[in-house]
Nanobody, 120 residues
Framework: QVQLVESGGGLVQAGGSRGLSCAASGSIFSINFMGWYRQAPGKQRELVAVITSGGSTNYADSVKGRFTISRDGAKNTVYLQMNSLKPEDTAIYYC??????????????WGQGTQVTVSA
């Protein structure tokens, strides 16, 4: 089993910055990619950003130029630096990891979510 523990959510004013982190622990051989998703009230969960083990990144158009994803492979931790936050960034942010647990087992795991609220 693998656990993803997120931290860093909270209340921030529009135009401000906030950093999120997510640490994976448990039965991990390696991690293919880690990412952040978000879900706003009444909306579907959407991809925010993802980073591969090789460092390649992909961002949602709505956050390009404002958010930066990074990872520490040695710590199995992924970070999301959010700058120039907007009220529409308000959502529960979920960490996701695609984990190789053995030569025959690859599983997708989710964190419990952390609330980010951006006030106007």
């Amino acid at each position: 089993q693998v656990q993803l523990v997120e931290s860093g959510g909270g209340l921030v004013q529009a135009g401000g910055s906030r950093g999120l982190s997510c640490a994976a622990s448990g039965s991990i051989f390696s991690i293919n990619f880690m990412g952040w998703y978000r879900q706003a009230p009444g909306k579907q969960r959407e991809l925010v950003a993802v980073i591969t083990s090789g460092g390649s990144t992909n961002y949602a158009d709505s956050v390009k130029g404002r958010f930066t994803i990074s990872r520490d492979g040695a710590k199995n931790t992924v970070y999301l630096q959010m700058n120039s936050l907007k009220p529409e960034d308000t959502a529960i942010y979920y960490c996701n990891a695609n984990v190789v647990q053995s030569t025959w087992r690859v599983e997708n795991y989710w964190g419990q979510g952390t609330q980010v609220t951006v006030s106007a």
